[in-house]
């Protein structure tokens, strides 16, 4: 689990739950249902199932959860689902004549709560949403706070961001507030960010707002993350409509924690010309034809602070890769020779490599060459990479180069290092760290020329890295990181 459970406050739903797992269902398993009070925490849930339904959950370490409260009429009132709950910790006390008692605290993921609203006449579609973002200076919107001498508390925007996604979804970031009163009667109050939008759906249609809306929010928040270098996602959303209002928390994620915007990097792209970067940049995105390719590396670049710099480095050069990888295939430069005239060639080569006499080859050698054969067909990555930098335009002459140049070590060869298993010592630490934030600066400035956004308007430019340490000590890092290599 992701976080300790707090069993002392007040459940939010005390339901009957249905489980289900490999075909089988339990039903009438009492559940207590905690919803978090920040949007970056996750909510949990506990079960206290009957000593008859105990044995037959008792072992599950995953299951999916339903629940409904039914009116005295026969309608809906509340509908709660998670397609996967996650247990952990379960206990069973043993309570004396046969009788025990079992607790079962899970986290449900992709829990979605909907509260039904009968009576309404309305068939309208129209659906109020206000996806939860996690924390970005950026899109936060400028407020000025005026305090009253009656403790009244008023914002007033002075700025807040708009933004048009593809198919025409217009999302506009606002603060929203919530407070609560401690038990010392203090009041609590915290704003938490939402892209509010409306949509031709109904409000407790998941798999619609997944489809119409949500991939193109990811995207545009993800585009968000690299322009500004902090991790910001949807956390989850609320959504209203005639019929309904409904709750999404979403799961399978780590969410970014709050403490992290405290000391985020500089942006890449200051704030005055983010509009105008999004504006141009997220159509070039969502035309780009490989978007799997484009959306590993802009991940990649996002910093994560649980990521070794071993790792961190080895993330980036495989989005390198990945983009590289994508052009060659675009480009038709997977292989130097087609098919069927490669096959005439390596049978020639086959043919050569067992008739040697000096050296003489053994079975084992013969075959063992024959398996690296292939390799020779394939165009290599530096010079997929080269071709690469060609078309684009990409000047990376100021950075670390990837592939070893007049004795200069390459990144690459660092990469082919560790990829390895084969350790840098600690002592080294700062020159691979530097090694980490060129190979960063090169994806970056890769990213940047494929969408189509001039290097010279971001904080990459080669005459604003001129002064950075990264820059600054790259001879003296190349140099210690050639000993271990060499």
């Known amino acids: ?7 002392n406050r007040e459940e939010n739903y005390l339901v009957n739950a249905t489980l289900s797992t490999d075909g089988v269902e339990v039903e009438g398993v009492s559940c207590k249902l905690y919803l978090p009070e920040r949007i970056y925490e996750k909510p949990y849930l506990v079960l206290k199932p009957a000593q008859h339904e105990a044995g037959k959950i008792f072992h599950l370490w995953k299951a999916a959860l339903k629940a409904r409260v039914i009116s005295l009429s026969g309608e809906t009132e509340l509908a709660i689902d998670a397609p996967e709950v996650y247990f952990s910790n379960v206990s069973r006390r043993a309570l004396g004549g046969g009788l025990s008692e079992t607790t079962m605290p899970g986290e449900p993921q992709d829990l979605h709560i909907v ?12 659906t109020k949403i206000a996806f939860w973002i996690s924390q970005n200076k950026t899109l936060t919107p400028s407020a000025i706070c005026t305090t009253s001498y009656t403790g009244e508390v008023k914002y007033e925007t002075v700025r807040n961001f708009e933004f048009t996604l593809r198919d025409g979804l217009k999302i506009s970031f606002a603060n929203h507030f919530r407070n609560k009163t401690e038990k010392n009667k203090n009041l609590i109050q915290w704003s938490y960010l939402v892209a509010g939008a409306e949509l031709e759906s109904a409000a407790d249609d998941v798999e619609s707002i997944k489809t119409r809306a949500l991939e193109d929010v990811d995207d545009f928040l993800l585009l968000t993350s690299f322009a500004t270098r902090h991790r910001t996602m949807c956390l989850g959303w609320t959504a209203s409509d005639d019929q309904s209002l409904t709750t999404f928390y979403r799961g399978n994620y780590a969410f970014p ?9 500089d942006e890449i792209v200051d704030i005055q010309h983010f509009q105008m970067f999004v504006e141009r940049c997220y159509p070039t995105f969502s035309q780009f034809k490989n978007k799997l390719a484009l959306r590993s590396a802009l991940h990649a670049t996002v910093t994560s602070k649980s990521k070794t710099i071993e790792n961190s480095f080895l993330s980036l050069f495989a989005a390198l890769e990945t983009l590289v990888s994508d052009f060659r295939k675009s480009e038709n430069m997977e292989f130097v020779l087609p098919e069927i005239e490669w096959k005439k060639l390596r049978d020639y080569l086959q043919c050569c490599i067992k ?5 003489e080859l053994i079975s084992d ?10 390799e020779l067909n394939r165009v290599s990555l530096r010079d997929a990479f080269e071709a690469f930098c060609k078309k684009y335009s990409i000047n990376l002459t100021d950075l670390w180069p990837i592939f070893s140049t007049n004795g200069i070590l390459g990144l690459s060869d660092v990469r082919n290092k560790l990829i390895h298993g084969d350790p840098f010592p600690e002592n080294l630490i700062q020159p691979l760290s530097i090694a980490n934030e060129n190979l960063r600066y090169t994806v970056e400035r890769i990213v940047f020329h494929i969408l189509r956004w001039e290097i010279e308007n971001t904080n990459l430019s080669i005459s604003l890295l001129r002064q950075n340490t990264n820059i600054l000590n790259l001879h003296s890092a190349q140099t210690s990181l050639s000993t271990p290599i060499n």
């Open 257 to 265: 924690k709050p403490e992290d915007s405290a000391d985020e990097r």
């Open 1 to 7: 689990m992701t976080f300790q459970f707090n069993f």
């Open 355 to 359: 008739k040697s006499s000096d050296p």
């Open 115 to 126: 509260q039904y609203i009968h009576g309404s006449k309305s068939n309208k579609n129209r």
């Open 365 to 374: 050698q013969r075959a063992t060459i024959y398996k690296k054969l292939n």
